[in-house]
């Protein structure tokens, strides 16, 4: 349960990145998602992101992140 519920999240992530800052993650990958200590599941990664655009070229958008330290999973339980 807890998996499907982590998993809920980052497409719930995904869709606001899609449908509200008309963003692609570009980058969706298990090194990107982040398990806190209560159990949510954190989106990072976005220095791929692009915007959805029809000119790809100039819409082209590199977000300056730093993602947060990666921890164990035992450590964040």
């Known amino acids: ?3 499907r519920y982590g ?11 899609h449908t509200t800052e008309r963003l692609l993650h570009l980058n969706v990958c298990p090194q990107n998602v982040i398990v806190t200590k ?3 599941w954190k989106l990072t990664g976005l220095c ?3 915007s959805i655009g029809s000119d ?3 819409n ?11 921890f164990p999973l035992a450590e964040l339980r």
């Open 7 to 17: 998993i809920l999240q980052v497409a719930e992530a995904l869709f606001y990145l």
């Open 56 to 58: 790809a070229q100039s």
């Open 60 to 70: 082209v958008r590199t977000l300056s992140f730093h993602s947060q330290a990666r």
């Open 48 to 50: 791929f992101a692009q």
């Open 38 to 40: 209560r159990g949510m």
């Open 1 to 3: 349960m807890e998996i």
